[in-house]
């Protein structure tokens, strides 16, 4: 087996921060407050060499929150090089206690967590606050969530701040441009937040603030002419927005040299082939689409484990999408929509548009292709500006999330074809309620599970004994947790009478309340 070759190391051009993550509730929500300046930021785990981190030349480094205590013997540390480097710091909570542990001041365990909206006296507007003067000296109001208080700000450090319970809120050492901040200014709840992060950005570390989407979208069409050579590249088009916009992205570079491949394998939701295959035909994409539904339906028989339904599904795609690949010829790269989150989540937050991957089946080794990730460092909000910014529909640019396997982790049980075609319709009637409602961009995905009871209904003076249809609708940030969405009564009211008035053989409909943790979104 030959292991994919890394092809080249671009990532965006021009100036950049580094968030080091020390394991925030809100790391990556640093990182995107900073984007929403303007300025490009990747984030790095908190423990990262100075080596690494000063290699990407940054114009500064921000220090994130995180659960631990400086304290504790294990606790995670900043290279202290980096504190040396002349570069502009930010720390911020625990990335503050950091700064001051390190550079020899005290910090210890609060009289009691700070928690929640706090008041904030400022007492130094020089820089950091600048702009920020309370009217009529009132204290500013912050979001605070923290055990540990800084005591006594090292030396070289003016303290800018304090609260009731720390002392120390936020301070400077404006000769060595480090700067802390006890609370967190990311968060909404500090409403003045931006402007403290525009002050650190601009005014402290001089940034210039070009990087928009626009240039994002130049420049990574640029960098995958330039690294790409002869052959074709491949794509597994899924209708999904991630992949749609690298599709999208990849053809504005290679042309025709690109060839997406939609693999219909019978389980997608009501319409969605069509409008899929329709859509990219007319972006004027080359497009092939395999109608491999029969083969998908038969390897499914009778099979009613979940993880067997998955494992087969996922095979028998990666056959399919192997096979007209090898019809295509000469196919050298696959183009797939890794996002930012899955870089940082697998720890790597290594620097390419292009490079060797070990997912999708181990297709790209077993074919010797290279990886193309136009995407890899975009957050899922900035994915959709670069499609709405290639002109992909909104359709497709706000489409939920929609599970590989598709509906057949939708039948519980054993899937057929009357069953699928059951939950397809119930499927559609609950996302056009959503829709109808103005509801679709406030849920993180809603839809219909068929389940395998069945229950006793009347119908026109006659017992029915008919399939019970679960919905789901869930509010979520990133499907690592979600919660039931309350919707109103109404919506679920018209969502259960249309199943049951219009979809046959289906004679109760369940409302599904269980948050993310303990059960999942999808049932299987
Ligand atoms: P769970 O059910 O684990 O789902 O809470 C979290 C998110 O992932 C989606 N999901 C999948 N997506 N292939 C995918 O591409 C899969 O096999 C798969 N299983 C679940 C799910 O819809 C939710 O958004």
């Known amino acids: 087996m030959t292991t994919a070759a890394s092809l080249a190391t671009t990532k965006p051009a021009g100036e ?10 809100y790391g990556q929500l640093i990182a995107r407050r900073i984007r929403e300046q303007q300025v490009y930021c990747e984030v790095l785990p908190g423990d990262a060499p100075a080596d690494k981190v000063l290699a990407l030349e940054p114009k500064a480094i921000v220090l994130s929150g995180g659960p631990a205590s400086v304290y504790e013997p294990d606790a995670p540390r900043v290279d202290p090089r980096l504190l040396e480097a002349g570069i ?34 400022v007492s130094d ?19 605070m969530s923290h055990g540990d208080v800084v005591e006594a700000a090292p030396p070289g450090f003016d303290v800018l701040g304090r609260t009731d319970d720390s002392p120390v809120a936020a ?34 570390a001089g940034c210039q603030g070009d990087w928009t989407i626009g240039s994002f979208t130049e420049q990574v069409i640029a960098d995958v002419r330039a690294a790409v050579g002869e052959g074709k590249a491949i794509c597994a088009l899924s209708g999904g927005v991630d992949s749609a916009v690298a599709a999208t992205l ?27 295959v329709g859509t990219f035909r007319r972006m004027g994409l080359e497009l092939v689409a395999v109608d491999a539904r029969e083969r998908f339906l038969k390897r499914l028989e009778g099979v009613a484990d979940p993880e067997r339904k998955r494992k087969i599904i996922g095979e028998e795609f990666i056959r399919v999408f192997e096979e007209e690949a090898g019809k295509i010829g000469d196919v050298r790269y696959l183009v797939q929509g890794t996002v930012y989150p899955d870089v940082i989540e697998s720890g790597t937050g ?40 290639l002109g992909l529909p909104e359709s497709i640019i706000w489409r939920h999330p929609f599970p590989g396997p598709g509906l057949a982790v939708r039948v519980i049980g054993p899937v057929t074809q009357d069953k699928l075609d059951i939950v397809r319709e119930a499927d559609a009637i609950v996302t056009e309620e959503i829709r109808r409602a103005g509801l679709d961009r406030d849920v993180w995905q809603a839809f219909a599970v068929l389940t395998d009871t069945r229950s006793v ?19 979520s940030t990133d499907a690592m947790t979600a919660d039931w969405a309350r919707l109103p009564s109404e919506v679920l009211e018209r969502i259960a009478s249309r199943i049951m008035n219009e979809v046959p053989d289906v004679s109760r409909v369940v409302y599904d309340i269980s948050a993310k943790p303990p059960a999942t979104i999808e049932w299987e």
Not at 356 to 370: D, F
């Open 16 to 25: 950049r921060v580094i968030v080091l993550d020390f394991g925030a509730q």
């Open 88 to 121: 502009p710091v930010l720390g911020i909570c625990y990335g503050m206690q950091l700064l001051a542990a390190q550079l020899g001041g005290k910090v210890r365990k609060g009289a009691k967590r700070e928690y929640g909206r706090t008041e904030l006296y």
């Open 125 to 143: 507007f020089a820089d950091l606050f600048r702009g920020l003067e309370p009217q009529g000296g009132e204290p500013l109001i912050c979001w």
């Open 171 to 204: 301070m400077a050492d404006r000769r060595r441009k480090l700067f802390g901040i006890q609370c967190h200014p990311e968060v909404a709840h500090t409403p003045w937040g931006s402007q403290l992060l525009r002050n650190f950005l601009f005014d402290i």
């Open 250 to 276: 990849v053809h504005r570079a290679l042309g025709s040299q690109l060839v997406c491949i939609f693999v219909d394998h019978g389980l997608m939701r009501k319409d969605e082939p069509e409008q899929v």
């Open 350 to 389: 290594r620097a390419a548009v292009i490079k060797s991957h070990h997912n999708v089946g181990g297709l790209p080794e077993r074919m010797n292709l290279k990886l193309i990730e136009p995407l890899r460092w975009l957050f899922k909000d900035e994915v959709r500006r670069v499609g709405l910014e």
């Open 457 to 475: 209904g009347v119908m026109g003076d006659q017992r029915t004994y008919g399939h019970v249809v679960a919905v789901r609708a869930v509010t």
